[in-house]
């Protein structure tokens, strides 16, 4: 073979790498696209809820209330009698069968709803308001399209009668479709209508920053000391391998360490946000000192011989000039860190974090879900309405994730410096 076809020969190797090589990018391409699609197609729905206007009126002899009631009272006054006697108003019943099916076109916190509205409102006391109130969500699937009507009464949730009244409510303009406020301030819930994210956010929120006060600190001064000061011997070489080996245990281990050590032996509260932190902290932290090592690593040993050469020690060489120039990559490991903690699920389940939990967090020890533990809770769920908040927290959690993976970029670019 002459030197002409080993040219031509090398020339299709290289133009058949780069096809494969387009041809792998353009599948992953099209691979994440269906993948997004899926989750936005499912998703989009959850960040809007069916709502019937109501005619309330807030009469205060009904409510036994006096004529300035003030917020406490009203928050302590019983608003069940007056939500039943509103939606009855609506539609002609006959019969406690039919009262009872009128009833469940609304979601069950209906009173709670009224209640919260006229808290928020003080001056429509004694005074005929209308009031939007969450439907069931069976309605709610109805009205966006999701919920198959024709199928026979016997094979649905939803009654022929209160078909009738939904469409009599539809043609009178009663039925509208609102912002679902409730995703984003609502703690969990038995009814997909009013469930929200709103614990799992807080939960979410303390973890992460109780991860990234322990983890962040330890890491950085582990790897000033490993990368600028430790001595070149078995015991830095056998410590090295062990952080490296680290960083590949899978998560479900650090759970295990969780529920065994910080619970069964500190005895500390289970399933809150304070065990969480400090259990994503261990594992965190190999996976912050490994890039800032690099970091350290990165920076030219001219900076550290002209910072000797005028006389700084090798603490203030190491501190003033090597640390400062090496932040850029250590802050987008440490961002990227947190991120792959922010989406963890199995060591939260083992410390308790899968319990359901309704309230919404006040602080880092109170019990608490988190964006991923609710995925996994809301994904065994039958209800439809659960289906779509699944997929909407799973857009909330990416969001989270490409904004922090984008913040971790942009640092690098804007401070990163260039040796030639």
């Not at 309330?56 to 009631?69: D, G, H, K, R």
């Not at 070489?237 to 619970?263: H, K, R, T, W």
């Not at 769920?381 to 799973?394: D, H, L, N, W």
Request: with cysteine; hydrophobic share 45%; aromatic share 10%.
């Amino acid at each position: 073979m002459n030197k002409d076809q080993l040219l031509k020969k090398r020339y299709r190797a290289e133009k058949r790498f780069k096809f494969y090589g387009l041809v792998s990018i353009t599948l992953a391409i099209l691979f994440v696209i269906f993948l997004v699609n899926v989750i936005f197609s499912k998703g989009r729905a959850a960040f809007q809820r069916t709502t019937i206007a109501v005619e309330v009126n807030f009469n205060t002899e009904e409510l036994e209330l006096s004529s300035n009631a003030s917020i406490e009272e009203i928050q302590d006054a019983d608003f069940y009698d007056l939500s039943i006697n509103s939606l009855l108003k609506l539609y002609k019943t006959e019969g406690a069968k039919q009262e009872k099916e009128l009833l469940r076109v609304f979601s069950p916190d209906h009173d709670i709803e009224i209640k919260n509205f006229l808290i928020k409102n003080l001056d429509n006391l004694n005074k005929n308001v209308i009031v939007n109130l969450t439907t069931s969500d069976d309605i709610d699937q109805l009205h966006k399209g999701n919920y198959p009507r024709h199928l026979p009464e016997e094979r649905r949730r939803i009654s022929d009668f209160q078909l009738l009244i939904y469409d009599q409510l539809v043609k009178e303009n009663k039925v509208n479709k609102v912002f679902n406020t409730f995703f984003f301030t609502n703690g969990d819930s038995r009814n997909p209508e009013v469930a929200g994210i709103g614990g799992s956010l807080f939960g979410s929120f303390f973890t992460i920053i109780i991860t990234l006060i322990l983890s962040f600190p330890i890491a950085i001064f582990a790897s000033i000391y490993l990368e600028e000061f430790a001595p070149k011997n078995r015991i830095t070489d056998f410590i090295e391998i062990n952080i490296n080996n680290l960083a590949a245990v899978p998560s479900i281990v650090f759970g295990l360490l969780g529920l065994g050590i910080l619970l069964g032996t500190f005895d500390l509260p289970r399933s809150t946000p304070l065990v969480a932190g400090i259990t994503l902290s261990l594992m965190t932290l190999p996976r912050i000192i490994i890039p800032c090592r690099a970091s350290l690593k990165a920076v030219p040993p001219s900076i550290r011989e002209g910072a000797l050469a005028v006389g700084a020690s090798k603490v203030q060489s190491v501190m003033h000039h090597v640390v400062p120039l090496s932040i850029p990559g250590t802050l987008s490991g440490t961002i990227i860190g947190l991120a792959q903690a922010l989406g963890e699920t199995a060591p939260l389940i083992l410390i308790g974090m899968v319990a359901f939990v309704v309230d919404i967090p006040a602080t880092p020890i109170d019990p608490s879900a988190s964006l991923p533990v609710q995925v996994y809770l809301w994904s065994e769920q039958a209800e439809r309405g659960f289906v779509e908040k699944t997929s909407a927290t799973i857009m909330v959690l990416l969001s989270f994730l490409i904004v922090m993976n984008f913040i971790a970029v942009y640092l690098r670019q804007k401070f990163e410096k260039k040796w030639s």
